[in-house]
């Protein structure tokens, strides 16, 4: 931080001004959140910290040594108050700083705008309710970057007297996660100590890029049982079967069966295979060891989710 008693280099002045979203009446939020970020990180922000020092009492025993603490204080007060309001008043457009009643102390001044935008505040606090709602990850940024996202919406409502416990935002953020992440939802959900924020975002991040890899194996496999395929052919095009010419009653009862498609049984809602239901899945139960979470017999009956 800057000394108060060395004058700021202009460029950093320039560029910390610059940095401040001007006030234009729809982000008073952002726009005093930036101004004390800055204030603070130019050590300007003493005035709207501390009151104004108040005068000694000649009586004082220790006059002429608090008489120094004192003038240092309110050299540094003044100082602090006088660019507080003016580095405010330079980033509100002139519309709504004719609307703004004047001060001479910056915590008023500062108490005063944000009078001025009570009702923007709390339907900008409904916007960012309503985004969180219905904010959904997509798959495309990157789950670190959707829970950073999701936090910061919740960190802004905090800013405006509308806590959301860590506990809350942790589950919240569980349900904005796509279906292929259900395997990862439902072991979360079978464990007894719940998560904070760093341990989410680290677990997310693992099984983000677990998926990565089954999906690159999943189409290396695929690619692999076309060319199987295609070299296992003639080169010569199949004649399809004309079931026109088929007298019905010599295929019996049975003959419809026959050349219908059996069923291929249970599907497992981890590796997508038919044939079995999670809880026999090898890859899912390797999944739990690498988790750390033991195995329960009654995670799915019959290939469905709980």
């Not at 680290?202 to 692999?224: F, G, N, P």
């Amino acid at each position: 931080m800057a000394s108060p008693n060395r004058a700021l280099n202009p460029s950093v002045i320039s560029g910390l001004l610059n940095s401040i979203e001007h006030l234009n009446g729809t982000n008073f939020p952002t726009w005093k959140e930036q101004i004390l970020i800055n204030l603070g990180v130019m050590d300007l922000d003493y005035a709207l910290r501390e009151k104004a020092p108040v005068p000694l009492s000649f009586d004082d025993e220790n006059l002429a040594e608090r008489t120094k603490v004192y003038e240092a204080n309110k050299e540094k007060w003044e100082r602090s108050n006088r660019l507080s309001i003016m580095i405010m008043k330079i980033t509100i457009t002139l519309g709504i700083r004719g609307a703004i009643s004047d001060s001479e102390c910056a915590k008023t001044y500062l108490a005063s705008v944000e009078e001025q935008f009570k009702g923007s505040t709390k339907v900008y606090a409904s916007t960012l309710i309503m985004k969180m709602l219905t904010t959904k990850y997509d798959g495309k940024s990157g789950v670190r970057e959707h829970i950073m996202t999701m936090n910061d919406m919740a960190a802004k409502l905090k800013g405006m007297d509308m806590k959301i416990s860590e506990g809350f935002l942790v589950h919240f953020i569980m349900t904005s996660l796509p279906m292929e992440y259900g395997p990862f939802k439902i072991n979360y959900n079978t464990q007894k100590e719940k998560w904070t924020m760093s341990e989410l975002t680290s677990m997310c991040v693992q099984e983000e890029e677990r998926l990565k890899v089954e999906r690159i194996d999943y189409a290396h496999l695929t690619s692999i049982n076309l060319g199987k395929r295609k070299s296992q052919g003639d080169g010569k095009p199949k004649k399809k079967m004309n079931f026109s010419n088929i007298d019905a009653s010599k295929l019996g009862n049975s003959g419809t069966k026959d050349i219908a498609t059996e069923p291929k049984g249970p599907k497992c809602h981890f590796c997508k295979e038919d044939g079995h239901v999670m809880k026999e899945c090898d890859g899912f139960k390797a999944w739990l060891a690498k988790k750390g979470i033991p195995f329960r017999e009654d995670t799915e009956k019959d290939g469905s989710k709980p």
